[in-house]
């Protein structure tokens, strides 16, 4: 109760409040679960709610040192893939044409296409 009471005042939910309210405006799963709506609703409570690696007992809460860690060892990975993304956008704006009343159809200058991508 404590914690549905949590997620009605974090989410800002004003009388009534029922679970059925809350179900309406997050997609959880399993569906039947009331612990994964509380879970999406919120407030996070990392020892609550965190996900525990099952290799230890009682288990591992991810804290935000842990993510940091893991970010770190993940990030030259998300850059490499960031990059194909920034490849494609660029493309796409270098290939955008505007229609400027006195000159006519004109491509988009690279100061802004540089202004966009950074």
Do not use: C
């Not at 996070?44 to 099952?54: H, L």
């Not at 194909?84 to 200058?109: D, E, N, W």
């Amino acid at each position: 109760m404590k914690q549905l009471k949590a997620a009605f005042e974090f989410r800002r939910v004003g009388p009534p409040r029922s679970t059925r309210g809350l179900i309406g405006r997050f997609d959880h799963a399993p569906r039947s679960s009331v612990a994964a709506l509380l879970r999406k609703a919120g407030p996070f409570d990392a020892g609550r709610d965190a996900y525990r690696f099952s290799n230890g007992d009682p288990g591992w809460p991810i804290t935000g040192e842990d993510a940091r860690v893991l970010r770190e060892h993940y990030q030259r990975h998300i850059d490499g893939l960031s990059v194909i993304g920034l490849a494609s956008l660029r493309m796409a704006l270098q290939g955008y044409t505007v229609s400027v009343p006195v000159t006519g159809t004109t491509a988009l200058p690279v100061a802004v296409i540089d202004f966009v991508m950074n």
